[in-house]
């Protein structure tokens, strides 16, 4: 059984009404509710509360979601696999890393 996905979505893929294309199959488990979302839109228009980022420290944790094969990655995994599901080998859009410091600590 696989994770509930927040937001709006348009297919069992995880893709949402804000990212659409092939390459858009993951969803992020945001810290500051514990629940997975489509995408930061989606967080920002279903979430009544402030974001929070992962930090280093937390990135053993399952907070990507593989909207191909339901598997859930680590943050190291995700980091590590090259825009590429470590299960699957489904690949994932590499300009998600342009709002990676929207979901994790890039900095500490």
């Not at 092939?22 to 945001?30: P, Q, V």
Request: aromatic share 14%; charged share 20%.
């Amino acid at each position: 059984m696989h994770p509930y996905i927040k937001g709006q979505l348009v297919d069992a893929h995880t893709r949402c009404t804000h990212y659409h294309s092939l390459l858009d199959i993951i969803a992020i488990k945001f810290k500051c509710c514990n629940s997975y979302y489509a995408c930061i839109h989606c967080h920002e228009e279903h979430a009544n509360h402030r974001l929070q980022v992962w930090k280093k420290d937390e990135w053993n944790y399952k907070a990507v979601f593989c909207g191909n094969c339901t598997y859930e990655l680590t943050i190291n995994e995700y980091f590590n696999g090259k825009y590429h599901c470590p299960s699957c080998s489904s690949p994932f859009n590499p300009k998600c890393s342009n709002h990676n410091h929207l979901y994790f600590d890039m900095i500490s």
